[in-house]
């Protein structure tokens, strides 16, 4: 029956057992028995968490010669078992092919691609397809700006993008989780240099992140500089109380 299939391979694919679960497919197929696209989205779910980029594609090609058509969710894992290869090449064409099947991708979808992107350092082919996720009326969610977090200073920093402080802050705070303090801190500069971008609440929650990135990384100095910087923005005492846990009592004696 198709749902034990699916529930079988499932298993063995959390596991990490994604040979058995080809292998436990392939006697289905000899026997005869027809998966149904469920079965095929648990089978590509195993390609994708062992990073089987070439046996994903295969699947998908099997779906076609037996008349399964792909869904969104079939696309999907499909680019992310690309992706996870760094294959962004590959999850590319599969993210143009979803539209030529009249499939619309979901936001996982396009943060797969932006992952693919980011992380094999194609920052302009990165920024170019979150705009036109702009273009198109989709608001990127959270993981979408994570992927993009190694190309934040492009991503932030343009001109297109430099006056949304929604997308300033998911940036600064995909630099804070990724390590990146660099990145958070150039964000702050950039802020800095324009007039009213963020409001007091928002710059109080940017100064908290590039300092706790900062401190993170033992960058004292840069935290010393920082706090001084943000004295002069009269930031609540709230948030100083806040940072005062979080910072030595030297840092407010110089």
Known sequence: QPDEATRVISILGR????????????????????????TYNTLLDACARAHLWERALLILKVMEANNIEPDTVSMTTAIAACRRAGKSETALQLAVQMKEMGLKGSIV???????????????????????????????????????????????????????????????????????????????????????????KENMDNLFFNVLSALLDAEEMDKAEEVIRIMRSYHVSLLMQQIIVTRCTCSYFQH
């Not at 679960?21 to 469920?38: H, I, S, Y």
């Not at 994570?146 to 297109?160: E, H, I, Q, T």
């Not at 705070?173 to 409001?199: D, P």
């Open 109 to 199: 979808t396009r943060g797969e691609v932006l992952w693919s992107l980011a992380e094999e350092g194609k920052d302009d082919e990165a920024l170019s397809y979150l705009e036109s996720m702009e273009d198109q009326g989709i608001n990127p969610d959270m993981q979408c700006y994570d992927a993009a977090s190694m190309v934040c200073l492009k991503l932030a920093l343009s001109v297109r993008y430099c006056v949304l402080s929604e997308l300033l802050l998911y940036a600064n705070q995909a630099c804070v989780r990724n390590n990146n303090w660099e990145g958070a801190l150039s964000i702050l500069n950039q802020v800095l240099s324009k007039s009213n971008l963020l409001n």
């Open 15 to 38: 596991r990490g057992q994604s040979e058995r679960a080809f292998e436990f497919w392939q006697t289905l197929e000899e026997r005869g028995l027809k998966p149904d696209v469920v």
